[in-house]
Structures are given as C-alpha cells and as structure tokens.
C-alpha cells in the first residue's frame, strides 16, 4: 500500500492548486478507498464485448483466435486498453484500437524475433476485422515470455496499487476535475510495462493449468475470463 498512497498524494498534489481543496481531496480519498475495495461483479453468463465490437464481429475474433493457423501456439491471447474499460476510465475514441497481447506455448524456449514475426502475422491475419470493425485489431506489443512468467513478474502488492491508483483517477475524472489529456498523463505514469488493466479480457484457448491461472489472476484483481471450446465452437465465459 505504500506505493498507492505515494502515488495517490502525487495525483492530489498534481490537481489541488487549480481544482481541489486540500480538506475535500483528503475525505474524497477515504471515501474512494472503501469503494474501491469493492470489486464490480457482473452476474451475466456472457462474455463482455469489447466496447465497439458488434457481437458478429467478437465472435469472429475469438473464432480465429480457435482455429487460424497463426494462432495455433498462442497460449493465452488478453484484450485490453480503452475498449475493455466496462465500468472505469475514459471510453475509447473512433479510432482507439482493441489491443491484443499473444502468450505463446514455452516462449521462452524461442527466438525472440521468431515471437516478434508471429505478432506481425497475427496483426496481418486480423486485418479484414479491423475493416470491419472500424479500428485496429491488433497485437502491437510482443510479449516474449511465457504465461506463467508474466505471473510470476506481477507481484499482487504492485497490481492492487496500480488498479486502486486508477481508480482514483476515474473518481477525480468522472467529478469533472480532471480532462482527458491529464488523465492519459497520470494514467501512464501509473501503469507498469507488464499491467493489463482490470477490466481486461483473457482468452484461454485450453484448460491446461486454467484453474490454478484463474486462481492467481482473481487474486491480482482481474475479472473477465473467457475458455475457447473448440469442439463446440462456443466460448464460455469463467466466473472470477
């Protein structure tokens, strides 16, 4: 928590002079820290849809990721950034893309420009639905360590912090007291290299090791879970 509260008097020290008194922000902060210990839940059996994704076009999402060639090594896909932001932050423009971050099976047995060329070609596969969609679907940032590494590098102390921190901002922004560009601003001072935000979506394309995956990633805050059934061409959403 030390890291939180370091990073939440930098916000308050960054907004007071011009928005906020010093006594609101103080009894604002211990408001939002009781909500923000209170995860949203959310009771429907359906997947969430990334925000601007018609549900034809997330079901042909998730039907590449089962069966192009392109993904036929990738471990776990994650959605994520502004098109995942279902209750908290700014909602993406026109143009925001739909992130994707590819975990490939035992990547870190392979060449990392191997990794790097398979992210082209995922993005390159996926360019008839970002016509479609309107936006980019695509993986930008090579991720060349495994899954389970990425698990073990997300220490549960630093992601709380960092969701908690912004959850802060999307107290002070959605109060008006804070614009967009600012917001970006603090947003990336926050974030971390390896941190998806909360509300991001992780795609399974098998059950190897799901439950003790799951396990970890609800004690790190996520929520949204999704299992591909390739024998059933269905998706089935995970409850956290």
Request: aromatic share 12%; glycine share 4%; proline share 4%.
């Amino acid at each position: 928590m030390r890291g939180f509260f370091l990073k939440i008097f930098s916000i308050l020290f960054f907004l007071s002079p011009s928005h906020l008194r010093a006594d609101q922000c103080v009894s604002d902060l211990l408001r939002l820290i009781k909500l923000a210990e209170l995860s949203p839940t959310h009771n429907s059996r359906r997947p969430p849809i990334p925000l601007g994704l018609t549900p034809q076009n997330f079901r042909s999402l998730l039907r590449e990721i089962s069966y192009s060639k392109v993904f036929s090594e990738a471990d776990v896909i994650v959605l994520y950034g502004s098109r995942t932001h279902f209750t908290g932050g700014y909602g993406p423009e026109t143009h925001s893309d739909l992130d994707l971050a590819v975990f490939f099976e035992n990547a870190n047995q392979r060449d990392d420009l191997q990794l790097i060329d398979r992210n082209s070609d995922i993005t390159q596969q996926l360019s008839s639905l970002s016509t479609r969609a309107g936006f980019s679907v695509a993986a930008q940032v090579p991720r060349l360590e495994s899954f389970e590494e990425f698990l073990a590098h997300e220490p549960a102390y630093n992601v709380y912090d960092y969701h908690l921190s912004l959850k802060v901002l999307d107290f002070i922004a959605a109060r008006g007291k804070m614009d967009r560009d600012s917001y970006r601003q603090l947003a990336l001072k926050i974030q971390g290299e390896h941190w998806f935000n909360q509300e991001a979506i992780f795609i399974f394309r098998s059950k190897k090791n799901m439950s003790l995956r799951i396990e970890q990633l609800s004690r790190l805050g996520y929520r949204n879970f999704i299992l591909l059934d390739e024998s059933e061409s269905v998706f089935h959403r995970i409850p956290a």
